[in-house]
Protein backbone atom coordinates (compact mmCIF):
# COMPACT_ATOMS: atom_id res chain seq x y z
CA UNK A 1 0.00 0.00 0.00
CA UNK A 2 1.06 3.67 -1.25
CA UNK A 3 2.33 6.08 1.90
CA UNK A 4 2.85 9.29 2.21
CA UNK A 5 6.41 10.74 1.60
CA UNK A 6 8.39 12.03 4.39
CA UNK A 7 8.13 15.87 4.14
CA UNK A 8 4.09 15.56 3.84
CA UNK A 9 3.68 13.17 6.76
CA UNK A 10 5.63 15.57 9.28
CA UNK A 11 3.36 18.71 8.62
CA UNK A 12 0.58 16.39 8.65
CA UNK A 13 2.04 15.15 11.86
CA UNK A 14 2.94 18.62 13.34
CA UNK A 15 -0.94 19.36 12.97
CA UNK A 16 -3.04 16.57 13.26
CA UNK A 17 -3.82 17.21 16.78
CA UNK A 18 -5.62 20.68 15.76
CA UNK A 19 -7.05 19.96 12.64
CA UNK A 20 -10.17 21.02 12.13
CA UNK A 21 -12.19 18.30 10.35
CA UNK A 22 -15.50 18.52 8.70
CA UNK A 23 -18.22 15.84 9.46
CA UNK A 24 -19.54 13.87 6.91
CA UNK A 25 -23.06 12.64 6.93
CA UNK A 26 -24.42 9.20 4.97
CA UNK A 27 -27.95 8.91 5.27
CA UNK A 28 -27.96 11.39 8.52
CA UNK A 29 -25.35 9.36 10.21
CA UNK A 30 -22.17 10.62 10.99
CA UNK A 31 -19.77 8.44 9.11
CA UNK A 32 -16.57 10.15 8.43
CA UNK A 33 -14.15 13.53 9.17
CA UNK A 34 -12.45 15.12 6.45
CA UNK A 35 -10.09 17.29 6.26
CA UNK A 36 -7.79 19.19 3.66
CA UNK A 37 -4.23 20.62 4.24
CA UNK A 38 -1.79 22.64 2.44
CA UNK A 39 1.17 20.21 3.30
CA UNK A 40 4.22 21.51 1.01
CA UNK A 41 4.47 23.28 -2.03
CA UNK A 42 1.85 22.56 -4.71
CA UNK A 43 0.34 19.30 -2.44
CA UNK A 44 -2.94 19.10 -0.72
CA UNK A 45 -3.48 16.11 0.71
CA UNK A 46 -7.49 15.47 1.09
CA UNK A 47 -7.47 12.96 4.32
CA UNK A 48 -11.00 11.02 5.34
CA UNK A 49 -10.98 9.55 8.85
CA UNK A 50 -13.65 7.85 10.55
CA UNK A 51 -15.82 9.17 13.00
CA UNK A 52 -16.21 8.06 16.61
CA UNK A 53 -19.46 6.61 15.15
CA UNK A 54 -20.77 3.21 17.19
CA UNK A 55 -21.10 1.61 13.66
CA UNK A 56 -17.30 1.72 13.65
CA UNK A 57 -15.18 -0.38 15.83
CA UNK A 58 -13.15 1.11 18.52
CA UNK A 59 -10.23 -0.22 17.14
CA UNK A 60 -10.82 2.01 13.78
CA UNK A 61 -12.41 5.07 15.15
CA UNK A 62 -10.86 8.62 14.10
CA UNK A 63 -8.27 6.78 12.73
CA UNK A 64 -7.03 7.36 8.71
CA UNK A 65 -9.93 6.01 6.15
CA UNK A 66 -8.05 6.99 3.12
CA UNK A 67 -6.01 9.87 1.48
CA UNK A 68 -5.78 11.59 -1.52
CA UNK A 69 -2.65 13.71 -2.08
CA UNK A 70 -2.50 15.86 -5.05
CA UNK A 71 0.46 17.71 -6.79
CA UNK A 72 -0.68 19.36 -9.26
CA UNK A 73 0.36 16.55 -11.72
CA UNK A 74 -2.44 14.24 -10.72
CA UNK A 75 -3.20 12.41 -7.61
CA UNK A 76 -2.12 9.27 -5.58
CA UNK A 77 -4.45 7.25 -3.47
CA UNK A 78 -3.31 5.88 -0.08
CA UNK A 79 -5.14 3.81 1.43
CA UNK A 80 -5.96 1.19 -1.29
CA UNK A 81 -4.27 -1.21 -2.24
CA UNK A 82 -3.18 -2.29 -5.27
CA UNK A 83 -5.82 -4.32 -6.84
CA UNK A 84 -8.13 -4.08 -9.14
CA UNK A 85 -11.40 -4.92 -7.16
CA UNK A 86 -12.91 -2.46 -4.82
CA UNK A 87 -14.82 -3.32 -1.75
CA UNK A 88 -17.84 -1.41 -1.31
CA UNK A 89 -16.79 0.58 1.75
CA UNK A 90 -13.10 1.40 0.06
CA UNK A 91 -15.42 2.53 -2.95
CA UNK A 92 -17.59 5.08 -1.34
CA UNK A 93 -14.50 6.44 0.52
CA UNK A 94 -12.45 7.11 -2.19
CA UNK A 95 -15.76 8.20 -3.89
CA UNK A 96 -16.37 11.06 -0.87
CA UNK A 97 -12.49 11.73 -1.38
CA UNK A 98 -12.98 12.45 -4.89
CA UNK A 99 -15.90 14.67 -4.52
CA UNK A 100 -14.51 17.16 -1.78
CA UNK A 101 -10.85 16.93 -3.93
CA UNK A 102 -13.32 18.51 -7.26
CA UNK A 103 -13.39 21.97 -6.52
CA UNK A 104 -13.27 22.90 -9.67
CA UNK A 105 -16.87 21.36 -10.63
CA UNK A 106 -20.22 21.31 -9.73
CA UNK A 107 -21.35 17.89 -9.85
CA UNK A 108 -25.69 17.49 -10.49
CA UNK A 109 -27.31 14.53 -11.06
CA UNK A 110 -30.85 15.06 -12.40
CA UNK A 111 -34.19 13.06 -12.37
CA UNK A 112 -34.94 11.64 -15.82
CA UNK A 113 -37.06 13.46 -18.14
CA UNK A 114 -40.72 11.85 -18.09
CA UNK A 115 -41.35 10.09 -21.54
CA UNK A 116 -44.49 11.33 -22.94
CA UNK A 117 -44.92 8.96 -25.90
CA UNK A 118 -44.48 5.46 -26.03
Given at each position: ??K?N?E?Q??I?N?S??L???????N??H???Y?????A???T?????F????E??E??????A??????G???????I??KKH??Y???E??H??????????V?????PAI????
Open positions: MALEIRADVDTYREEIYIGREYDHKLEAKNTVHTLYSEDEWSLIRKTVMQLVDDNGIEIIGNALGLEAQLILLRLSSTHCYQITEKKEF
